[in-house]
């Protein structure tokens, strides 16, 4: 059973729906869930819970607004954070071409930068395939803790 903390990223909801799901759905099975609903870098530093972002993009493969200042806060100091797992739910769009699920990529980046340990393959939900973005991300998060 694992501790894990759910950073996340949304604009519309659609990845808040599925990080509270992700809660709801593994608590239950003996897993402990944080979900930070409004990051802050601290929610990190003061603990070694593996990390699971669940971002979506906005703009032109950009951060939502409220997972922002994480971002920028962690690109700026980077808190060194070796071998600590993380993985990435990004949702997007794929009509978005180059910039599809680009906020994954950049948080993905920041924190390869601060020593954390990838786990597992990124999950890319598309907008155009899929109106239940919960239901990819728990078959992925189910993988994803097993490997932890
Ligand atoms: C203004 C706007 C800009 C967007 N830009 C991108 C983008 O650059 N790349 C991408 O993959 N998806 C993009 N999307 C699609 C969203 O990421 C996608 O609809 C996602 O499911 C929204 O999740 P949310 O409800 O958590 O905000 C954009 C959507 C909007 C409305």
């Not at 994480?70 to 009509?95: A, C, H, K, M």
């Amino acid at each position: 059973m694992a501790s894990i903390r759910i950073l996340v990223g949304s604009v519309f909801g659609g990845a808040l729906l599925t990080a509270r799901e992700l809660k709801k759905t593994l608590e239950p099975e003996g897993h402990t869930v944080v979900v930070n609903e409004q990051p802050e870098l601290t929610d990190i530093t003061g603990n070694s819970d593996p990390v699971l972002i669940c971002t979506s993009t906005t703009g032109q493969g950009e951060v939502p607004p409220n997972l922002l200042p994480f971002y920028l806060d962690l690109r700026e100091t980077l808190p060194q954070q070796p071998g600590r797992p993380f993985g990435v739910i990004v949702l997007g769009d794929s009509s978005y071409g180059d910039t599809f699920c680009g906020a994954g990529d950049l948080l993905e980046e920041a924190f390869l930068e601060t020593g954390a340990a990838k786990t597992g393959n990124t999950l890319k939900i598309d907008a155009m395939e899929t109106t239940e973005p919960e239901q990819e991300a728990l078959i992925w998060a189910r993988e994803w803790l097993a490997l932890l």
